[in-house]
Nanobody
Framework: QAQLVESGGGLVQAGGSLRLSCAAS????????MGWFRQAPGKEREFVAG????????YYSDSVKGRFTISRDNAKNTVYLQMNSLKPEDTAVYYC??????????????WGQGTQVTVSS
């Protein structure tokens, strides 16, 4: 059974950086786009960033464009999210998933437990 495990979250001050990782096990997602999502308390889960299976194409939500960078290592079955210039509004639980397009409109895997990111002001 496919499993996605997110890690790398933590508490950071505004302006700081974090690097999230998402490791897939049970199957390979190398032929799928991969993406990151986040869910803040009381809000719906929202798309953050996506990367094509090759890694050549990326797509970001307007709220993180220019601050976050998504990358992947297909040999390690892992996708990353480098988050710079963090803001308090970036506070959320971050999840990853796979899908056929950059926006991961139809996620292909069940959701993992996510990793908590908390940005203090």
């Amino acid at each position: 059974q496919a499993q996605l495990v997110e890690s790398g979250g933590g508490l950071v001050q505004a302006g700081g950086s974090l690097r999230l990782s998402c490791a897939a096990s049970g199957r390979t997602f190398s032929s799928y786009a991969m993406g990151w999502f986040r869910q803040a308390p009381g809000k719906e889960r929202e798309f953050v960033a996506g990367i094509s299976w090759s890694g050549y194409s990326t797509y970001y939500s307007d709220s993180v464009k220019g601050r976050f960078t998504i990358s992947r290592d297909n040999a390690k079955n892992t996708v990353y999210l480098q988050m710079n210039s963090l803001k308090p509004e970036d506070t959320a639980v971050y999840y990853c998933n796979a899908g056929p397009d950059l926006t991961i409109a139809t996620p292909r895997s069940s959701w993992g437990q996510g990793t908590q990111v908390t940005v203090s002001s």
